[in-house]
């Protein structure tokens, strides 16, 4: 750590930490080494994700469940395995609310399926409602529009201040008696803002709704305690936190997950099937059907024990002083505008923002050439884009292997980028 950064705490070992991440040594544009800051849409894999991948693959590949033989009942045992490691991760109360998807957006549009087709208390139909917040990414907006659509139901949601915070002021007219189901992300994607949970629970809780939390960007960067939450659902996808793509959670209230239709039909699923009609299994299984997705079940138990190993309260330390340090960097840079709150205070790591009137495209590419790697565009968030009347944004992201260092590179880069463009 040079001099300058030497003012700040609860930084992590990263110099120990990135020689466990392969890609972050790479070499890319006329010598430079990557400056890694996407993790926001997708974290990199240290050896031992990848190591468990490859001998998952090359001593125990077989699908899961259903072999006799030894390499079968090995598969299974990964698998479930990783269920366990999960719910340990998540302080589940049963491994059996687990519930494993290919990605967060898979694991959103079954909670609205499985309420879609559900008998009552929990349907929703064209006299319920259903509440959401502006500053949700596409997955978390769509399959409730698509609801909405399907059944009639009324989709309200919860606006923006200029800060880049939730305005709760009329939190009583959008979660109302009428509310069946109220979803939004703990922590935004686009604008970093971390969302009072405890106040939006309250007030669903007060008149009978159900809780679904966006938890992508929380999961891979903090303490995730489902019970603590007191959430009905949590969604969260592996790729974000060091694990594989192709694996995401959800998380369920035990009650709900017995009660609820299942989303998937075929093989797994079901206890007994006749012509007529099929009975299903219990849960977890009853939501999780065809082959899963097991070796990136086991990639994912591998990447739970990685984060586990070093600690999620570490990983936010060290997260925080990044952050705080980035956000001071950043409002030095002239005509620079953070899009979201402008203090590390209840905010995540992603920071998204405008330079003067250089399109973030244009920004991104020219980062690109000088080795640094960032987000442009609207973030599958284009909703948070029209409230604040912008076309798009830059966003750089960072994750326990960040350093203050790679936070000074993103600064000159963009002192580059002013002077490319005049």
Partial sequence: MTSAHQGLSGLLDTEAIRKDFPLLDRVVHDGKKI???????????????????????????????????????????????????????????????????????????????????????????????????????????????????RTGAKLKWFGLTDDGRLDLSNIEEVITEKTKIVSFTLVSNLLGTINPVETIIRRAQEVGALVCIDASQAAPHMVLDVQALQADFVAFTGHKMCGPTGIGVLWGRQELLEDLPPFLGGGEMIETVSMHSSTYAPAPHKFEAGTPPIAQAVGLGAAVDYLSAIGMENIARHEHAITEYAVRRLQEVPDLRIIGPTTAEDRGAAISFTLGDIHPHDVGQVLDEEGIAVRVGHHCARPVCLRYGIPATTRASFYLYSTPAEVDALVAGLEHVRNFFG
């Fill in 35 to 149: 400056v890694y800051l996407d993790s926001a849409a997708t974290s990199q894999k240290p050896r031992q994700v990848l190591d468990a991948l490859n001998e998952y693959y090359e001593q125990h590949n077989a699908n899961v469940h259903r072999g006799v033989y030894l390499v079968a009942e090995e598969a299974t045992a990964l698998y479930e395995g990783a269920r366990d490691k999960v719910a340990a991760f998540i302080n589940a109360p049963s491994r059996d609310e687990v519930i494993f998807t290919k990605n967060a957006s898979e694991s959103l549009n079954l909670v609205a399926n499985m309420l879609g087709w559900a008998d009552e208390p929990y349907r929703v139909d064209h006299e319920t409602e259903i509440a959401i917040t502006e500053m949700e990414h596409h997955s978390n907006i769509v399959p409730w529009q698509l609801l909405a659509q």
